[in-house]
Nanobody
Framework: QVQLVESGGGLVQPGGSLRLSCAASGSIFSIYDMGWYRQAPGKQRELVAAIRSGVITNYADSAKGRFTISRDNAKNTVYLQMNSLKPEDTAVYYC???????????WGQGTQVTVSS
């Protein structure tokens, strides 16, 4: 199975940027589709962005045009570049790895993103 460790969260002002990283270990990284989810207080966890088969990306409507997901298989890492951040982006962001053959999902511990002036 794969272990996931997120980093890069923090406090940022509205309009600012952050880049989240998720480092994977313990398995063959390239066989996993990767995604970023977030969960705000009192809300359900929601998909922010995903990258499948290494190149196919999809985004939540709220993330389109502002966030970019990418992966570096050589570094076993997936990134989420977040620009033009808004207070409503405040949430715990979780990295997800989905095994394409087995259908199993793995989660990181989450990283807090707070957008506030």
């Amino acid at each position: 199975q794969v272990q996931l460790v997120e980093s890069g969260g923090g406090l940022v002002q509205p309009g600012g940027s952050l880049r989240l990283s998720c480092a994977a270990s313990g398995s063959i990284f390239s066989i996993y589709d990767m995604g970023w989810y977030r969960q705000a207080p009192g809300k359900q966890r929601e998909l922010v962005a995903a990258i499948r088969s290494g190149v196919i990306t999809n985004y939540a409507d709220s993330a389109k045009g502002r966030f970019t997901i990418s992966r570096d298989n050589a570094k076993n890492t997936v990134y989420l570049q977040m620009n033009s951040l808004k207070p409503e982006d405040t949430a715990v962001y979780y990295c997800n790895a989905h095994h394409r053959l087995r259908g199993t999902d793995y989660w990181g511990q989450g990283t807090q993103v707070t957008v506030s002036s």
